[in-house]
């Protein structure tokens, strides 16, 4: 598709609006309350047609957080083995359990339990990943 003047035109137009429905929600928002998706992906789109420095700067968005998301979005997801082995102790129940699930993606839970049935923790394993 050319480009023309008048995609420029849209283009500008679009991240001003974006800039303003940014600035409006900041004002009833404070850090570290996370941008809302919505505004994320309307800002990747404009940065797929600007690029990642004018628009993160436009935005006043961090120019690494908006390259990333942009690099996320245009990677499809593809999941990896859902595989998990669990080995339970004999006893009735365990002690103290620790448990980290890491996603493709890079987002990272962690899970402290004390005294609970290893039928439990396996039961709620089945359900974290299915």
């Known amino acids: 598709m050319p480009h023309t003047q008048q995609a420029d035109s849209e283009t500008a137009s679009a991240l001003e609006q974006l800039r303003s429905q940014l600035t409006q929600?900041?004002?009833t928002h404070r850090p570290p309350t996370p941008i809302p998706s919505e505004i994320w992906a309307r800002a990747v789109e404009i940065a797929q047609k600007l690029?990642?420095?004018p628009t993160a700067r436009a935005l006043r968005v961090g120019h690494v957080q908006l390259k990333q998301r942009m690099e996320s979005q245009s990677e499809p997801f593809q999941p990896g083995p859902a595989f998990l082995e669990w080995f339970a102790?004999?006893?009735?129940s365990v002690a103290e359990c620790s448990i980290v699930v890491e996603s493709e993606r890079g987002t990272k839970v962690q899970v402290e339990l004390k005294n609970v049935s290893p039928?439990?923790?396996a039961s709620m394993l089945r359900d974290l990943v299915a």
């Open 25 to 27: 929600w900041r004002q």
């Open 51 to 53: 690029g990642v420095s």
């Open 89 to 92: 102790p004999m006893s009735a």
């Open 119 to 121: 039928q439990w923790v």
